[in-house]
């Protein structure tokens, strides 16, 4: 059980946890819930160790493992298969000791442990959550020096769920994938056989994944059971029933206020006021649960309504080397009101299409016929790092607005969020959320007649998502969406599009049978057979595509000779003379790690004789 009892923590003279107790029974799925900056990720790093408390403890039981998302991506020549295999400690310790053991018990214990903890299956398993989160079977052999960062990022999350320790600290893992991998997360977590806690604005995430709600609100820890919809209800009945006890308290502190006032001077009166006196003082004030009402974002309306088609694109074909288009046969419209969703895994062409639709690229073919004036704004998460740090929100919008006056300035300033003081801070102090807030207003500040939003709510509170809903809801103009939060895309697209096979495709379905297209094809399953186009013949695969085929070739005769060698020790010590006599128990033991290692061989020699059959096809 993790026991969190009394807890308090202050960082930079500020009280961030104040007396937080909270019990967490093993197996539960939590996800912890709070408004950016109230101290989430704080009491992980309590929990973790990495940070002492100024009052009250943090127990785990001794022999748990704790396991949350490295801070750093994790780089070099190794294959991703490898980087994830090695996140297991004790299998990788138990594989390379294996391979030097000559001590007939020693080799026992080593393969009785290994059958134990599964190892031999590891591959596969590994292979699945990269294949989950994203990665195809080439991909996982590649070094992970060839990714950028934010596949990286998924490297290290998929070697963190693979390892499966006891507790499981997840802080806000979607951030670093799209829709279909958050798709899969969810799944994965909702069945983890373990206790995990994720912090989490992604409400289908804490709807689907978990069975309990840990809100740290104002320094207090509160765990609700069920899932955030039953969080919601739950805290509504509760600010319910302290505002009214809130009612009740004031009203009998002003009766005894007045008995005190009244009689006070009274001799006759004197003891029964010195009463009231003390009732008061024992009287503590009920701490209201204060609503923290969010602040609006609202997206200027266009000056004139086009007349449709805003975008009708003609087989057009796209990408940044006219020899190898990203996207091609391209044929898509966009009105005025659309609210289209691009669906499809990272690296398919969603930025490339957004790009070509924002007129950032140019077609190498076909044609893009744009209404006359039309005006686009354009929101990526990658502009949060072009803001200038060291100037103001006040400053960034005073360019935009030339000579005008300092009133009407800092009117537009508090129109997207910064009034007050808030429009004099520093970019570089603000939150990644109030960020986000500056940028959506800034991109949208001429009123366009098309917003473009990729992957808006990565650093948004629950409260702020709801509120970027109801700001596209309720612009007049069109709206193209890239985001992987459900509720986001369910609660504003009206027209869903994949991205993928190097085309647009308008998908007719909803999120709930994407979801299941997705999750079968991640997990292996069959999915829904694809039309060809008429007269279309299957494509042999291309010679190029025999590397990653002679890798594993090699990487399954390693295997082979390696548990081959394991077979011929144990071979070895079970040909002692006395052994099932002498040491009945090791005998025993040896005669079973023998034969998951010659399972062990035989699933090596049927992976050598697949991969060496699709090489022989791949050459002719």
Known sequence: MLSINDLSIRLAGRLLIDQGSVQITPGSRVGMVGRNGTGKSTLFKAIRGELAAEHGTVMLPPRWRVGSLAQEAPNGPESLISVVLKADLERDALLTEAESATDPHRIAEIQTRLVDIDAHSAPSRAAAILSGLGFSATDQLRPCAEFSGGWRMRVALAATLFAAPDLLLLDEPTNYLDLEGTLWLEDHLAHYPRTVIVISHDRDLLESSVDQILHLDRGKLTLYKGTYSSFEEQRAGREMLDAKQVKRQEAERARLQAFVDRFKAKASKARQAQSRVKMLE????????????????????????????????????????????????????????????????????????????????????????????????????????????????????????????????????????????????????????????????????????????????????????????????????????????????????????????????????????????????????????????????????????????????????????????????????????????????????????????????????????EASTQFDEAAG
Not at 542 to 559: Q, T, V
């Open 282 to 609: 024992r009287l503590k004030p009920i701490t209201a649960l204060v609503t923290q009402d969010v602040r609006e974002i609202s997206f200027p309306a266009p000056e004139k309504i086009l007349s449709p088609p805003i975008i009708a694109v003609d087989n057009a074909a796209v990408g940044y080397d006219p020899a190898t288009p990203v996207l091609g046969r391209v044929t898509l419209r966009i009105d005025n009101d659309d609210r289209i969703a691009l669906l499809g895994s990272n690296g398919n062409g969603k930025s490339t299409l957004v790009k070509l639709l924002a007129g950032r690229l140019a077609p190498f073919s076909g044609k893009v016929t744009r209404a006359d004036k039309l005006s686009i704004a354009y929101f990526a998460q990658h502009q949060l790092d072009e803001l200038n740090e060291d100037a103001s929100a006040y400053d960034h919008v005073r360019k935009l607005m030339g000579d005008a006056p300092e009133a009407k300035v800092r009117a537009r300033a508090g129109a997207i969020g910064f009034s007050g003081k808030a429009a004099d801070t520093r970019v570089g102090k603000l939150s990644g959320g109030e960020k986000a807030r500056l940028l959506l207003g800034l991109a949208t500040f001429f009123g366009p007649n098309m917003i473009i939003l990729d992957e808006p709510t990565n650093h948004l509170d629950i409260d702020s998502r709801a509120a970027l809903a109801e700001a596209i809801n309720e612009f007049p103009g069109a709206v193209i969406m890239v985001s992987h939060d459900r509720y986001l895309i369910e609660a504003c697209a009206d027209r869903l599009w994949i991205v993928a096979d190097r085309t647009v495709t308008n998908y007719d379905g909803d999120l709930d049978e994407y979801r299941r297209l997705v999750l079968s094809a991640r997990n292996g399953e069959p999915a829904p057979r694809e039309r060809s186009a008429a007269g279309e013949k299957p494509q042999r695969p291309k010679s190029d595509n025999r590397g990653p085929l002679k890798k594993r070739i090699a990487e399954a005769e390693s295997e082979i000779a390696r548990v081959s060698e394991i077979i011929t020790k144990i071979d070895t010590a079970l040909a002692l003379p006395d052994i099932f006599t002498r040491d009945p128990k090791q005998a025993a033991q040896l005669s079973k790690a023998r034969a998951n290692a010659a399972d062990a061989l035989a699933r090596a020699e049927e992976q050598w004789l």
